[in-house]
């Protein structure tokens, strides 16, 4: 009985021997096959993170060789002929050139932004920060009207660009002698419970230097020293022609 056991397990270990290697014949090549493609795969994601870096290399130096044009104008110029890597680089790339036309041309710095605000591929916040700094340039053609409608549309989104655009609308309010509405958007604006401590400081330098009662969040009226309230009308207009 001892010999047969022995004999039964020989023949059976060569029956799952021989179904083993048959199976390996059958199906081994999916095997390689996915080997295969899971070090193709690694292999081309690492080329494309190297291109990707070698790319966004590329572009930094291009955008650092023109700003180390020595004329703004020339710099704008040199800022146009750098290839964007896409959609986004674009638009940076435009906004830098309009900083650095907005001195000699301001008109043509808010046309750039406006274009950036045109472009439909790029991230919203692109769109809305542009929109703002174009609103934001005292001679960049728009009248008081056009300003303020495309002001409100921000005001109509949220985060802190709503925040930005209610404030610039109190600007524009007092540009057009609406000093009360005016002091109305910067109480509003210091109660919001998103506005940051410089915007907040800003209204409230605001309101006080129009002779209205600042409102923190809750109601409570603010105190600013005087000489913090002096010029903030002044300093407030002034930052929106930037």
């Known amino acids: ?67 180390e044009t020595e004329e703004r104008g020339d710099r704008a110029e040199a800022l146009d002929a750098v290839t964007p890597a896409g959609p986004g680089s674009a638009a940076i790339l435009q906004m830098m050139a309009a900083a650095e036309a907005l001195e000699d041309d301001p008109a043509g710095a808010a046309e750039r932004l406006m274009g950036i605000a045109q472009m439909s591929d790029i991230p919203l916040v692109y769109r809305q920060i542009a929109t703002l700094k174009a609103v934001m340039i005292e001679e960049g053609g728009m009248d008081a009207e056009t300003r303020r409608a495309r002001l409100e549309d921000l005001a109509l989104g949220g985060g802190v660009i709503r925040l930005l655009a209610e404030e610039q609308l109190a600007y524009l309010d007092i540009e057009t002698g609406n000093e ?40 409570t009226e603010a105190s600013v020293p005087g000489d913090a309230a002096a010029g903030a009308v002044d300093a407030g207009t002034a930052e929106g022609g930037e």
């Open 1 to 67: 009985m001892s010999n047969s056991d022995s004999f039964i397990e020989e023949v059976s270990e060569e029956v799952r021997r021989d179904r083993l290697f048959g199976l390996m014949r059958r199906y081994g090549w999916i095997a390689v096959v996915l080997v295969l493609l899971i070090v193709g795969g690694a292999a081309y994601n690492e080329w494309r993170k190297a291109q990707e870096r070698a790319s966004a290399e590329a572009l930094g130096d291009a955008m650092l060789a023109a700003l």
């Open 180 to 219: 009360a509405g005016a002091i109305e958007r910067m109480n509003a604006i210091s109660a919001d419970a998103g506005a940051t401590p410089g915007l907040r400081r800003r209204a409230t330098q605001v309101i006080v230097a129009l002779g209205g009662e600042p409102q923190l969040p809750g109601g």
